[in-house]
């Protein structure tokens, strides 16, 4: 069973920061693709940004530039840097993993980001 778990959540005014830490529970972790996935209420979990393996990146166009994914394979953990924080940034953020960023098979248990204006 592979284990997510997401920090660094919390309270933020609109032009802040955060950095938000996942720490995964499998010796795989090196070969799987990781990403950062947000919901907010009454819309749908939204891909937020994914790394591949080998450190390739991918964006929603709403965080480009702002935030940041990165992951160090030596301590399984994975991070989303995000600068610039904006109201429309505010919802629960998960980790995620899978064998390919679309097609996850383990969840974190999210962590909530609130931006306010």
């Known amino acids: 069973q592979v284990h997510l778990v997401e920090s660094g959540g919390g309270l933020v005014q609109a032009g802040e920061s955060l950095r938000l830490s996942c720490i995964i529970s499998t010796n795989i972790f090196s070969i799987k693709p990781v990403a950062w996935y947000r919901q907010s209420p009454g819309k749908q979990r939204e891909l937020v940004a994914g790394?591949?393996?080998?450190?390739?990146?991918n964006y929603v166009d709403s965080v480009k530039g702002r935030f940041t994914i990165s992951r160090d394979n030596a301590e399984n953990m994975m991070y989303l840097q995000m600068n610039s924080l904006k109201p429309e940034d505010t919802a629960v953020y998960y980790c995620?993993?899978?064998?390919?960023?679309?097609?996850?098979?383990?969840w974190g248990q999210g962590t909530q980001v609130t931006v306010s204006s």
């Open positions: 995620a993993t899978g064998n390919t960023i679309y097609a996850i098979d383990y």
């Open positions: 790394i591949s393996r080998f450190g390739r990146t």
